[in-house]
């Protein structure tokens, strides 16, 4: 069972910044990893993703101001997250995708980011 560890979450201004990591325990595996964000009375969306071989994907909506970035060596992924604005108001969930065929997702618990004056 990989359990994911989040932190980073809290409150910031809108322009500022904030740094998200998550650390997965021991994986055995090919495995992705990424950030989903869910705020109230709205569904789950990927915010970023990076796979085992380092390509990134991200929403449109934080292209240009989000980087995710993954250390193989520590099992980690971080998200640096820059000129926040209050739509990225939203629950931050960790999530890493074991295997190639039949995949299997796991989560963290959840960071709370809150972009507000």
């Known amino acids: 069972q990989v359990q994911l560890a989040e932190s980073g979450g809290g409150l910031v201004q809108p322009g500022g910044s904030l740094r998200l990591s998550c650390t997965a325990s021991?994986?055995?595996?090919?495995?992705?990893m990424g950030w989903y964000r869910q705020a109230p009375g709205k569904q789950r969306e990927l915010v970023a993703g990076i796979t085992s071989g380092g390509v990134t994907n991200y929403a449109d909506s934080v292209k240009g101001r989000f980087t995710i970035s993954r250390d193989n060596a520590k099992n980690t992924v971080h998200l640096q997250m820059n000129s926040l604005k209050a739509d990225d108001t939203a629950v931050y969930y960790c999530?890493?995708?074991?295997?190639?065929?039949?995949?299997?997702?796991?989560w963290g618990q959840g960071t709370q980011v809150t972009v507000s004056s």
């Open positions: 999530n890493l995708k074991l295997g190639v065929v039949g995949r299997v997702d796991y």
């Open positions: 021991t994986v055995f595996g090919i495995y992705d």
